[in-house]
């Protein structure tokens, strides 16, 4: 998968994880595609760690999308476990 099918998985994963999981998290749309990024690179390394399946380079395998939109939700909740609502009014 090219630089540009990473940029567009990241974005849509992270987007998607922003959706399952709502609430006022820091980045806008240059956030959700980092988010989603590392996202996909946490869920690869989880797949292939510990459930035994790597994930192709092939930017319409389910099992690609599965594993970043769930590395996406993993990064979101590590985030907000370690900082909260950093963007709460007082």
Known sequence: MSIIGWIILGLLAGAIAKVLLPGRDP???IGTT????IGAFIGGWISSRFLDR??????YDTATWISAIGGSLVLLIVYRLLFGNSRERH
Do not use: E
Not at 34 to 37: K, R, S, T, W
Not at 54 to 59: A, E, Y
């Open 34 to 37: 980092v988010i989603g990024i």
């Open 27 to 29: 980045g806008g749309l």
């Open 54 to 59: 790597p994930i192709s380079n092939d930017f």
